[in-house]
C-alpha cells in the first residue's frame, strides 16, 4: 500500500524545506529530483543534488526559482549540475537568496550558463545602448552573488569587486552619453568621483552610488564657463542612464549640495574648500577616489584638495563638529528601527566608520599611512600605527564584517535598499540561514544570529564610546599640523617658542622616546606633540619633560602603559599636567608607576579615608613586622599620590587635602600598630598638633602622645611592654624605604623630651592634674584618638577637655604666658635670612598667627561655648564669630590668610618634592605654586604674590586687634 502523498512528500523536510509538499512539487516533473510516486530523489548524482538545498538560504525558494527556470530553459540546468556540482551550488546558491536574481534568471534563461564560470575580473563587455548596459550589469552582478554565496569571495573581495562593477557601469553610461552628444562631449574634459562607499572600495549591494563631478575645458581651449555647461549635460545624462541601470547617483555631496552646480573646475573646488567647506565635507573628501572618465584630471582634483583636507582637523571645532553630525544621525533614526538598525543606529556601521575617520583626520595629518579611503584598511593602519589597540581593532574588524555581510543579505533578497533587520520570523529565519547560522541543541539559527549581533553591537558601542570620545582627541586636533612634520632644526625652534629652556636636551628626549620604528615609538610619536603642548603651559617646560621620559623608560615595555595614555586620553594630559609642575608626584610615581592607573577614573582621585585595608595589608604578613610595615608603607604611598594628584588636579579643597592626608596617617599608625603590640596591650595613640587638628601638609610628621591601661597587669611589665610598643611602632615607620618618611614626633608629651616616651593614662591624669603649664593645656587643644584601643582614647579625650577648655578660663597671667611664648617663638623659630613676610608657617599673617589666635579663645572661652571644642582651626574661628569673640571681618581675614597659607605650604611641597615653608617672591617656583592652587597660566607671579601680601597684612591686622590687645 502506497503512503500519502503529504506523508511522502514530508520526507523532504530533511533538506531544509519549510513546506515539503509545495517542494516535492516544484522538485518533480522536468526538474527530475523528486519521484512523486516513490518519495525519492532520483539514483545517481542527479539524487546527490538534494544535498545542496540544504546548505541555501531559502530552499523552498530555491525550489521554487529551480522549477521556474526549468519551465523556461528545459531541464539543461539539472543535467549540466551532474557534470558541475561547483556550478549546480552557485546556480542554487543565487536562486536561494534572492528572489530579484531569480526572476533575472527566468527572463533571461540563458543567463544561468554565467553561473557556472568562476567570475575573475569585472567587465561589462561592449555596450551599445542602455538595455544592453542593463542585462550586462545583471549578468556581472549575479556572479559577484554566486561568488559571496559559496565562499569563492571573502567580505573585502565582494566589496571590491561591487565597486569595481559600480566604476565600470559609471564609465560606460557616461561613453553612452558622450555617444549620443558627441559635439557636447568635444567641449569638456570630465571626471567622475567616486564618494562614500564606492569611494571607499566597500559599496554594498543596492546603494545609491555617490559621486561628485569635475570638468575643464579640453587641452589648449579656455572656455570654462562652456566646458561646465557641456559637463553638466554630460552628468546629467550619466545620471539617468545609470538610474536606468542599477541604482541611482547621488551628487548632494557636491559643494553647496543641490543648490550648487553639478559641475565644477579643480580651482572653484580649491576655493570653496579653502574658504567655506564645512568638517563633515572634510570628512566625505577621505573617501573621495577618481572612478571614471578623465582619472588625470580626478588625480589632479585630488591631489589639489588634500593639503586642505589634512588640514580640517586643525580647527577647534573639527572634532566636535564630527560628533555632532554623529549625533544627529542617530537622532534621525526613527524610534521604532534604532534597535533593528545595523548601519545608523548605535552600535552600527556608521559608529565604526565614524571613529575611523575621526582618527583619519586628526592623525592622518602627520601620518601619511592613514590615507586611504576604505574603512578595512584604515583600521588596520590605525591599529598598526599605535592609534587604536591591537584587541580593540580586530573587535571592530569582526564587527565591521558581521554587520556589512547582514547588509549584503538583507539587500541580496528583492536587491531593495535597506538596512533593518526584520521582524518577521520567516524572514529572519531566511536572513540567519543566509549568514551560515545553523540550529543545534542549544537553540535554532535565529537565536545563534541574534546572540552574535548582539555581543558584536555591544562591541562597537563599547569602542566607539572609547575611541570617538576619546579625550586626548581634542589636545592632539589642537596642535597645528606643521608641529608634527619637524626637521631638527625647525625642531628645535619650535622646542624654544614653547618655552623649553634647553631645546636640545628635549630633542634628545624626544629623540630617545620616537626613535625607531617599534609600537611603542608609534604611539610616543602620538602622544609627545600633545604632551610638548602641555609641558610648555608648565613653569619648566624642560622638568616635565624629563619626568616623562624618566617614567616612560620606566615603563615603556609595559603593556599598559602607552595603551593606558592613548586610549584614555585624559591619562596623558593629567599626567602631563602633574609631571610638569610636582616633583613630588614624580617620586612618588618612580617608586610605585601602577599608581598612574588611577589617573583614568574620576572616582579614584577620591581620597580613601577608611583604615580597614592598611590593617588587611598588615595582617597579611602578621608573623613578619617588618614585611608587614612595608605593606602599610606601600598603601600609604598610593594614598599620598591619590591625594597629591586629587589636589593638583583641583579635586580638592584645603580642607580635604588635611582630612586626607590626617587619614592616612591615621591608618598607617593604626596598620603598623597591628602588628607592633603582638601582646594585646591597651594603648592608644593620641594625635597632637597638625595630625589632630586634621591639618598636616605633605611633609608633616605625625605628633603624638601614647597611653596605656595596665590592666591587669603589673605596673612595671605593662610600662615595658607599653615602651617596646612604641619604640617598635617608630622603628618600623622610621626604617629606610621608597615612600615619604613619616616621622614620629612624640615631644608634645608631659615634660618633652626628658619626659617618659610612654605613660598610662592615671598618670597622665596625674600629671596634667597637677603639674601642667598653660602652653602644655594648649597643646592639648588638638588632641584627638588616633589609633589603638577606643575606649581608652576616649577616656584619654574625656580627661583633655578638663584640662584644655577650663573652668573659668584663663588668668591674666595665663593670656600674658601665651602672648610671651609667641613673641618667642616668633623670634627665635624663623629661620635666619627668612622672609617674615613670605613665611607661611611663622611669618606675619601665617599660619602660627592665625593658630596661635584662635587657641586662645578655645582656652578661655571653650568651657562656656561649645563651638570652640574641636581641634580644628577653622571650626573653632568660625564658633569664635557666632560668639562675638572677634568681629565677622577679622574672622574672615584670618580664615582667608589660614587656607591660602596652607594651601601654599602645601603647594610648595608638591612644586619641589621637600617640605618648604617659604613662597619666593619671584622665580619659576613661584609660577609652579600658583598653579598648583589653581589660579590660571595667565595669573603673572608677581600678581599670586601680592595676593599672598595683601591676604598676610590683613590677618596680621586682625591678629593685632585680637591676639595682640585682646
Same mark, same amino acid.
Given at each position: ?45 542527479? $539524487?546527490?543534488? !538534494? ?49 530579484? !536574481? ?21 567587465? !561589462? ?30 567580505? +573585502? ?18 561613453? *553612452? ?78 559643494? =553647496? ?38 582619472? =588625470? ?123 533593518? &533587520? ?84 628635549? %630633542? ?25 603642548? =602641555? ?29 593606558? %595614555?592613548?586610549?584614555? $586620553? ?23 608607576? =601602577?599608581? %598612574? ?42 594614598? *599620598? ?49 597638625? %595630625? ?65 616616651? &610612654? ?90 598667627? &592665625? ?77 609652579? &605654586? ?9 595669573? +603673572? ?26
Amino acid at each position: 500500500m502506497r503512503e500519502p502523498g503529504t506523508a511522502r512528500s514530508t520526507r523532504l523536510s530533511r533538506y531544509g524545506f519549510v513546506d515539503a509538499a509545495k517542494a516535492a512539487e516544484h522538485l518533480s516533473g522536468d526538474v527530475g529530483l523528486w519521484d512523486p510516486v516513490t518519495a525519492t530523489p532520483p539514483e545517481g548524482p542527479a $539524487g546527490e543534488l !538534494l544535498e545542496t538545498f540544504a546548505v541555501a538560504a531559502d530552499p523552498d525558494l530555491a525550489a521554487l526559482q529551480l522549477h521556474r527556470l526549468v519551465e523556461k530553459a528545459g531541464p539543461e540546468p539539472v543535467r549540466a549540475a551532474v557534470r558541475d556540482l561547483p556550478g549546480w551550488r552557485r546556480l542554487l546558491a543565487v536562486l536561494g537568496a534572492s528572489s530579484a !536574481l531569480g526572476d533575472h534568471l527566468v527572463a533571461n534563461p540563458d543567463e544561468w550558463r554565467l553561473l557556472a564560470q568562476p567570475l575573475s575580473t569585472v567587465d !561589462l563587455g561592449a555596450v551599445a545602448d542602455v538595455p544592453a548596459l542593463r542585462l550586462a550589469y545583471r549578468r556581472v552582478l549575479a556572479r559577484i552573488v554566486a561568488a559571496d554565496l559559496t565562499g569563492a569571495f571573502a567580505l +573585502e573581495a565582494v566589496m571590491a569587486a561591487l565597486t569595481d562593477l559600480a566604476d565600470a557601469t559609471l564609465a560606460a553610461a557616461l561613453d *553612452l552619453a558622450r555617444a549620443e552628444r558627441p559635439d557636447t562631449a568635444a567641449q569638456c574634459r570630465l571626471a567622475v568621483i567616486a564618494m562614500g562607499k564606492c569611494g571607499g572600495r566597500e559599496l554594498n549591494y543596492v546603494s545609491d552610488v555617490d559621486v561628485v563631478f569635475v570638468a575643464e575645458p579640453p587641452a589648449g581651449e579656455s572656455d570654462v564657463d562652456g566646458a561646465l555647461r557641456a559637463s553638466a549635460t554630460l552628468a546629467a545624462r550619466m545620471i539617468t542612464i545609470c538610474g536606468i541601470v542599477a541604482w541611482p547617483v547621488d551628487a548632494a555631496l557636491r559643494p =553647496e549640495g543641490g543648490r550648487g552646480p553639478l559641475t565644477r573646475t579643480v580651482a572653484s573646488y580649491l576655493a570653496y574648500y579653502t574658504k567655506w567647506a564645512k568638517t563633515w565635507e572634510f570628512q566625505a573628501l577621505l573617501k573621495a577616489r577618481p572612478a571614471a572618465g578623465d582619472l =588625470e584630471l580626478g588625480a589632479e582634483w585630488l591631489a589639489a584638495l588634500q593639503p586642505a583636507q589634512w588640514h580640517a582637523a586643525d580647527r577647534p571645532e573639527a572634532v566636535e563638529e564630527v560628533r555632532a553630525m554623529r549625533r544627529r544621525i542617530v537622532d534621525a533614526v526613527p524610534r521604532g528601527e534604532v534597535d533593528r538598525e545595523i548601519k545608523r543606529g548605535p552600535g552600527g556601521l556608521r559608529d565604526i566608520e565614524f571613529a575611523v575617520q575621526l582618527l583619519q583626520l586628526v592623525h592622518g595629518r602627520s601620518d601619511e599611512s592613514l590615507r586611504t579611503p576604505s574603512t578595512v584598511e584604515a583600521l588596520r593602519a590605525l591599529t598598526a600605527g599605535g592609534y587604536v589597540g591591537r584587541a580593540d581593532g580586530e573587535a571592530l574588524l569582526r564587527a565591521y564584517r558581521f554587520l556589512r555581510s547582514v547588509e549584503h543579505r538583507l539587500q541580496l533578497q528583492r536587491l531593495r535598499r535597506t538596512h533593518t &533587520v526584520p521582524e518577521d520570523p520567516d524572514e529572519l529565519r531566511w536572513l540567519a540561514a543566509g549568514l551560515g547560522f545553523r540550529p543545534n541543541a542549544q537553540r535554532d539559527a535565529v537565536e545563534a544570529f541574534r546572540a552574535e549581533w548582539t555581543r558584536l553591537s555591544g562591541d562597537v558601542r563599547r569602542l566607539h564610546e572609547k575611541l570617538f570620545y576619546r579625550p586626548i582627541l581634542e589636545a592632539v586636533a589642537r596642535v597645528p599640523s606643521e608641529a608634527w612634520r619637524l626637521t631638527p632644526e625647525s625642531a628645535r625652534a619650535r622646542l624654544e617658542v614653547l618655552g623649553f629652556a634647553d631645546p636640545a636636551g628635549a %630633542l634628545r628626549h624626544i629623540t630617545a622616546l620616537t626613535g625607531g620604528v617599534s609600537r611603542t615609538a608609534a604611539i610616543q610619536r602620538t602622544l609627545l606633540p600633545v604632551l610638548l603642548s =602641555e609641558f610648555a603651559d608648565a613653569p619648566e617646560p624642560d622638568g616635565g619633560l624629563l619626568a616623562y621620559r624618566k617614567v616612560s623608560d620606566r615603563l615603556g615595555s609595559t603593556p599598559w602603559y602607552l595603551r593606558l %595614555l592613548r586610549d584614555e $586620553g585624559v591619562v596623558a594630559l593629567r599626567l602631563a599636567r602633574l609631571l610638569g609642575i610636582s616633583r613630588y608626584v614624580t617620586e612618588l610615581l618612580s617608586h610605585d608607576p =601602577e599608581a %598612574l592607573r588611577l589617573l583614568a577614573d574620576d572616582a579614584e582621585l577620591v581620597p580613601r579615608t577608611g583604615v580597614d585595608g592598611f590593617l588587611a595589608a598588615a595582617r597579611r604578613h602578621k608573623n613578619d613586622p617588618i614585611a608587614a610595615a612595608h605593606a602599610v608603607r606601600a598603601r600609604r604611598r598610593r594614598e *599620598l599620590f591619590r591625594t597629591a594628584c586629587a589636589d593638583l588636579l583641583g579635586r580638592l579643597d584645603v580642607h580635604a587635602v588635611g582630612d586626607a592626608l590626617a587619614a592616612v596617617t591615621d591608618a598607617t599608625i593604626a596598620g603598623v600598630l597591628e602588628v607592633a603590640n603582638p601582646t594585646g596591650l591597651s594603648f592608644a595613640v593620641i594625635g597632637m598638633g597638625r %595630625l589632630g587638628g586634621c591639618e598636616m601638609n605633605y611633609p608633616s610628621d605625625a605628633d603624638v602622645l601614647f597611653v596605656y591601661d595596665p590592666g591587669d597587669r603589673p605596673d612595671e611589665e605593662a610600662r615595658r611592654a607599653a615602651q617596646a610598643v612604641a619604640e617598635e611602632l617608630r622603628a618600623l615607620l622610621s626604617r629606610p624605604a621608597p615612600d615619604p618618611p613619616l616621622g614620629i614626633d612624640a615631644d608634645l608629651r608631659p615634660e618633652g623630651r626628658q619626659g617618659p616616651l &610612654v605613660r598610662s593614662i592615671a598618670a597622665y591624669a596625674q600629671y596634667y592634674g597637677r603639674w601642667s603649664k598653660v602652653w602644655e593645656a594648649q597643646a592639648l587643644l588638638r588632641a584627638r584618638f588616633v589609633a589603638g584601643d577606643p575606649a581608652l582614647g576616649a577616656r584619654f579625650i574625656e580627661m583633655a577637655d578638663r584640662i584644655r577648655y577650663p573652668a573659668g578660663g584663663l588668668t591674666r597671667e595665663q593670656v600674658t604666658e601665651i602672648r610671651r611664648i609667641k613673641a618667642r617663638v616668633d623670634n627665635e623659630r624663623l629661620p635666619r635670612g627668612a622672609d617674615a613676610a613670605m613665611h607661611t608657617k611663622l611669618g606675619r599673617g601665617g599660619l602660627a598667627d &592665625v593658630e596661635w589666635t584662635v587657641q586662645l579663645f578655645q582656652l578661655r572661652h571653650g568651657h562656656e561655648v561649645p563651638g570652640l571644642r574641636t581641634p580644628r582651626t577653622l571650626d573653632a574661628l568660625t564658633a569664635a564669630a557666632k560668639a562675638g569673640l572677634v568681629t565677622p571681618a577679622d574672622a574672615d581675614a584670618l580664615a582667608a590668610a589660614w587656607r591660602l597659607a596652607t594651601q601654599v605650604r602645601n603647594a610648595l611641597t608638591l612644586v619641589r618634592g621637600r617640605a618648604v615653608d617659604q613662597l619666593p617672591r619671584h622665580g619659576a617656583d613661584v609660577n609652579a &605654586v600658583a598653579r598648583a592652587c589653581g589660579r590660571p597660566a595667565s595669573v +603673572e607671579s608677581g600678581e599670586f604674590v601680592d595676593d599672598y601680601l595683601r591676604t598676610a597684612r590683613h590677618a596680621r591686622q586682625a591678629v593685632e586687634r585680637t591676639f595682640d590687645a585682646g
